[in-house]
């Protein structure tokens, strides 16, 4: 399960490393600019495939969030660090409801695609993830 938890946290160290340094920089609007710009690119060679690659998508993060995170309380064991992951679960789950409530607001039409994303939700969310994971790793190696 350590093992499992280690690749985990790096996958996801990794995946929001990009994202982290535009943040500590103050320059996310640049990353969020390039990610929406290559969303509605995608989104207009996918047509009516892209609504189904994106619940799908939406889906499989909630699936590895989970994942990540019931192996963070199977193998953590520091109470203080359980209590703010806990607290970093319901932020996540806010998060993607939040998420799943604008893109079918988006697909029936009702909002742009400029307004599909929260970002300060989503900078909240990278920032967030990128320290647990670190913190995680941190954890794991001095245990």
């Known amino acids: 399960m350590e093992t499992g938890l280690a690749i985990l946290a790096v996958c996801l160290l990794l995946v929001y490393s990009v994202y ?9 609007e640049e990353f969020e600019k390039m990610l929406l710009s290559g969303l509605a ?4 060679s996918h047509k009516e495939k892209s609504r189904r690659h994106l619940r799908l998508m939406l889906g499989g993060s909630f699936l590895v969030e989970t994942l990540y995170f019931v192996l963070v309380f199977l193998v953590i064991q520091n109470l203080l660090f359980r209590v703010l992951t806990g607290l970093f679960v319901g932020f996540e789950f806010m998060h993607l409801t939040l998420l799943l409530i604008s893109m079918n607001q988006f697909f029936r039409g009702r ?6 994303f929260n970002w300060k939700i989503e900078r909240t969310s990278a920032w967030l ?3 647990h994971s670190l913190l995680v790793l941190v954890q ?3 245990w």
Request: proline share 8%.
């Open 140 to 142: 794991l190696a001095w």
């Open 111 to 116: 909002i742009p695609l400029k307004y599909l």
């Open 129 to 131: 993830f990128f320290t």
């Open 20 to 28: 982290f340094l535009y943040i500590i920089r103050s320059k996310p």
């Open 41 to 44: 690119d995608w989104m207009i």
